[in-house]
Every structure is written in structure tokens, then in C-alpha cells.
């Protein structure tokens, strides 16, 4: 069983940086591959970026590009979303999930497994 936590949240002023990670903590050796997607309130959930599970593609919503980063460590069950550049619209809450689908997908409805969330506020 995927039983994703997220950390890293946190209140940012605007520019500013986060690190957010995810952790498997069912420890599988289910393969997939992870992303990230954020809601802010009053908003649908939406994509932010997913990574393939050998980590060679990754996919960025246009918003965030050259302004996040996303990683994994297979070894540690860990993905990471290094937020730098950070902007007011950016606040949302953060949630990491996990697919079948081994390069990874845009689309929310092909993510099995979600973490909890974390809040990430941009404000000054």
C-alpha cells in the first residue's frame, strides 16, 4: 500500500523559496511515478508537475517553469518540489500523488494514491 506524507509547507514571502518533500512511508516496491498538484480555495485541483519513475521526464505547468524543480530518490522513496521565485498565486495547498503510469501524467485522474496535503502561503 502508497501512503504518501508530505512536509515542507510553510508561510514565504513573495520571491522567497520552499522545499517541499513527499515520503512514502508504506515503503512498496510498487514502480510508479509521482507529481505534484496544488488547490487553492475556490479552485479546481490542478497540475503542477510530475516526474517518470527512472526520473527521465518531467513535465512543469507553464506557470512554474524555471521557477520549480522537481526531483525524486528512489533509494529514500522520496520526491521533492524545490519552489523558488515564489509568487502570491502560488499559494494553494500542495499535494503529491503517485501513478501507475511509469513516465508519469498531467492529469489528476490518473494518480491512485494522494498524500495529505501541505499548506504553502505566499504573502508579505
Known amino acids: 500500500q502508497v501512503q504518501l506524507v508530505e512536509s515542507g509547507g510553510g508561510l514565504v514571502q513573495p520571491g522567497g523559496s520552499l522545499r517541499l518533500s513527499c515520503a512514502d512511508s508504506?515503503?512498496?516496491?510498487?514502480?510508479?511515478?509521482m507529481g505534484w498538484f496544488r488547490q487553492a480555495p475556490g479552485k479546481e485541483r490542478e497540475f503542477v508537475a510530475s516526474?517518470?519513475?527512472?526520473?527521465?521526464?518531467?513535465y512543469y505547468e507553464d506557470s512554474v517553469k524555471a521557477r520549480f524543480t522537481i526531483g525524486r530518490d528512489n533509494a529514500k522513496n522520496t520526491v521533492s518540489l524545490q519552489m523558488n521565485s515564489l509568487k502570491p498565486e502560488d499559494t494553494a495547498v500542495y499535494y503529491c500523488?503517485?501513478?501507475?503510469?511509469?513516465?508519469?501524467?498531467?492529469?489528476?485522474?490518473?494518480?491512485?494514491?494522494w498524500g495529505q496535503g501541505t499548506q504553502v502561503t505566499v504573502s508579505s
Open positions: 516526474l517518470s519513475w527512472d526520473g527521465g521526464a518531467t
Open positions: 500523488a503517485a501513478t501507475r503510469n511509469l513516465r508519469g501524467s498531467m492529469s489528476k485522474n490518473a494518480y491512485s494514491y
Open positions: 508504506g515503503r512498496t516496491r510498487i514502480m510508479y511515478a
